[in-house]
Structure formats: structure tokens, C-alpha cells
């Protein structure tokens, strides 16, 4: 176990990786600095947010953590298992998040348990987990891989903790809403240094100076900076740690996150043609200030299936999409992967997973990970972020289709 560290060394501050930003002045992306060479961005903190506002729930379903794990660096993927059964004694059986590795044999370790698993995230060395208490008011905790005592996030007050974020550098992100009968918060946007736990979480404040309601957002890669959308579908770019102003990228109808290996934000927004469904996908290249549009081949499908979500792979058009069909009285789904020559299936699986829910590649971009549940899965009805259940994660080999294993489970880290 790493030595205690005094308070000083806690609040040190750490050098930031920032984000050449030189974006010109042209349609929807609009950034209001001067863009000469690297500028540093802005969060807004919001000053009035202090210690003494935040407080430290007590719940019964705390964490329980796996002792002696040897951090994240021993594992390749993490999945998250729920479990909706009850054991004899007539209590729900707790869920856990794994550690797996490709070459192993088995399930893989239990990293922790818990009553009900949100989600989670994981980080260099500790995993933040999202449990849900019995009021259905959340609590986040940093897990330590060192098999250490958790530690308890201190929160705004009573509420529910959502799209929750890591970053490599010890930084993690998450939407906070108040529950009721307070207002006081609704998604707002919140950032945490998990090397500095005597600074409560800060509020990202957006190019107008206000708290920031998000519908989605993410890390840029390597990096303390944020690309953010609001709930006015607005989009900016901002630092968590440094001091500039926040970057405005325009409005936009979904950002789908950043391109296997790039800084270059994915975008989606409706098409010339109202009658086409797929839309105008763009990339915003946030390193070299550009915007150019991303000419996608549509997959080739029949009129009683539909599309999941679309997955860059890399920069030149090349994605894989699910296709799914309800026929027989279930669903079955397959993985199609699609360049500028075409479309071909690489993925169909075995009829008692056969719904594919969500894909991703691995940060080596030679595997797929997806997730798959069976066609007559329960909704497990959890407040946020619910799911099937049983679900499981299959790793494909990306230029065979070849698959590889099977891990008990779903939201795989390579996704978050």
C-alpha cells in the first residue's frame, strides 16, 4: 500500500496537459479567444461552492473492495455484472465489476461488490464507482486497486450522479441532480481531483459564466480539457484546471465522442434532405482548428430492421453499426463494418445473446467490444442508467470477426 501523503502534498498543484487550440472563426464553431499557438481554457470554478455546502451521506450498501489487486495496469477490460435474482433468503444478490484479461482463462477477479452498481469508471489506479442507495439517491467512491479503504466523494446534498467520466490523470467528471423537493442542481456538470480529495468537486460554468446542465460530455483525450454539450445542444470546450475562457463549438444535435486516436470531435447534425435519416456527420479537429465533413456509406438494410449506434473506427469513414430485426417474437441483431467500398457483416451472435446493445474498440483498435444480452433479457429497472439482465461482453477480433472471449457483464471500460 502507498504511503499516507501529508496535506501539503495533496493540494500541490499538478501541471496541466492542455490543448492547442487554433480554430477559426466559420459557421457554427465560433471560438471567442484569439487563436495564436496553445491557449489555456477555462472552467469557471464556482467560488460559493465550498467544503462546508457539501456533505458526506451515510448509506448501508458501501463498496467492497478486492484486496490486494495490483491497479488497473493488470487488466485489459473492466465489465460491470448486475445480478436482479434474490438468494433464499429472499435478498438481491450484489452486483460487481471484474477485471478480465483476453488471455485468461474464467470470469475474471471481482474488483468490488455492491447492493446496486450504477456504473463506474476506471482510473490509473482506483476505479469510481456510482452505487445506488436505498432511496434511490446515488454515492460515488474512489475504489483504490491497492486493495486501501475506499473514499466517499463528498456531493452538492441528496441526489442522483450520472454520465460519470475518468480521465488518465486522476481527474474525474460526472452530472449531478438534486433530488427532490430541491432545484438547487439539474445535470450540472461537476469535476473532481481524486489526488487533491480536500478540494470538493468544482462546477463547470459555460462561455456565458453559468453552471452548466449537460447532456453529454467527455475527457479530451490525454488530456484535463472537456467537450461539452448542454441541454441547449450548445457544445464548448474547456479546461478543468486552468484559467481562460471556455471555446464554443457550436450547436449540434449529438456528439458521439472523439475519433479512435485523434482530438477530432464527432458530430452529428440533421441533413440537407429532411426525409434522410442518417444525418450530417462532421469532425471538429480541435488541434488544427478545422471542420470537415465525414462521408459515411450508409449500410445496406431492410425496412423492418434498424441501426445502432454508428462507431468511427478512424478519420476516413470507416465504422461498424449493429443492425437489429424483430421477427419470430425477438430481436436479433448483427455487426456490420462499413468503409468507402462497402459494408460486410462482422459479428452475429449465438442465439441466446442475439441483442447487441452497445460496441467500442480497444485502445489498440484490433478488438471490438460488445455488448450483448439475451432476447428475452429482464429490464432491470434501476433508476439510472438501467439495462438487461444477464448481459454479457464478447471480444471480437476487428479484421477477422473472429471471437474471442466472453466476459459476464456490460458497460466494458474500453467504452467509457
Request: proline fraction near 9%; charge should be neutral.
Amino acid at each position: 500500500m502507498p504511503p499516507k501523503r501529508s496535506a501539503a502534498q495533496r493540494t500541490r498543484p499538478r501541471p496541466a496537459t492542455r490543448i492547442p487550440a487554433t480554430v477559426p472563426r466559420r459557421g457554427l464553431l465560433s471560438f471567442a479567444l484569439r487563436l495564436r499557438g496553445t491557449i489555456a481554457l477555462l472552467v469557471a470554478l464556482c467560488l460559493a461552492l465550498t467544503a462546508a455546502n457539501f456533505v458526506s451521506e451515510p448509506r448501508p450498501n458501501a463498496v467492497s473492495a478486492l484486496q490486494g489487486t495490483s491497479g488497473t495496469a493488470g487488466f485489459e477490460l473492466y465489465t460491470l455484472q448486475r445480478d436482479i435474482s434474490y438468494d433464499a433468503a429472499g435478498k438481491k444478490k450484489p452486483d460487481t465489476i471484474r477485471g478480465n484479461n483476453i488471455a485468461d482463462a474464467g470470469d475474471g477477479s471481482v474488483i468490488l461488490t455492491a447492493n446496486r452498481i450504477q456504473e463506474y469508471a476506471a482510473l490509473p489506479n482506483a476505479l469510481a464507482a456510482v452505487t445506488i442507495n436505498e432511496d434511490n439517491t446515488t454515492s460515488l467512491d474512489i475504489v483504490p486497486l491497492s486493495g486501501g479503504p475506499e473514499a466517499q466523494v463528498p456531493l452538492p446534498g441528496p441526489g442522483q450522479v450520472e454520465l460519470l467520466r475518468a480521465a488518465s490523470k486522476g481527474l474525474i467528471g460526472f452530472a449531478f441532480s438534486s433530488a427532490s423537493p430541491s432545484q438547487q442542481h439539474h445535470k450540472t456538470l461537476f469535476v473532481y481531483d481524486i489526488e487533491d480529495p480536500s478540494t470538493p468537486p468544482r462546477e463547470i460554468r459555460g462561455p456565458d459564466g453559468k453552471a452548466v446542465s449537460v447532456l453529454n460530455w467527455d475527457f479530451v483525450p490525454g488530456t484535463s480539457s472537456l467537450v461539452v454539450r448542454n441541454d441547449s445542444s450548445a457544445m464548448f470546450l474547456v479546461d478543468a484546471l486552468n484559467a481562460g475562457k471556455p471555446a464554443p463549438l457550436g450547436l449540434h444535435t449529438e456528439f458521439r465522442g472523439f475519433i479512435p486516436g485523434t482530438r477530432e470531435v464527432h458530430v452529428v447534425d440533421p441533413g440537407a434532405d429532411p426525409t434522410d435519416k442518417i444525418g450530417k456527420n462532421s469532425g471538429i479537429d480541435l488541434t488544427k482548428g478545422t471542420v470537415r465533413p465525414l462521408d459515411l456509406k450508409a449500410v445496406v438494410r431492410n425496412d423492418n430492421s434498424w441501426p445502432g449506434t454508428t462507431v468511427l473506427l478512424n478519420g476516413s469513414g470507416r465504422y461498424v453499426q449493429s443492425i437489429s430485426e424483430f421477427a419470430a417474437g425477438k430481436v436479433t441483431s448483427i455487426l456490420t463494418v462499413t468503409d468507402a467500398t462497402g459494408s460486410a457483416n462482422l459479428f452475429e451472435p449465438e442465439p441466446a445473446w442475439s441483442r447487441i446493445q452497445n460496441y467500442c474498440p480497444s485502445p489498440d483498435g484490433k478488438f471490438l467490444a460488445v455488448e450483448a444480452t439475451a432476447p428475452d433479457g429482464a429490464y432491470d429497472r434501476y433508476p439510472v442508467a438501467a439495462a438487461y439482465s444477464p448481459m454479457r461482453t464478447e471480444i471480437i477480433e476487428l479484421d477477422t470477426g473472429r471471437h474471442v472471449r466472453s466476459f459476464p457483464g456490460f458497460l466494458p471500460s474500453w467504452c467509457g
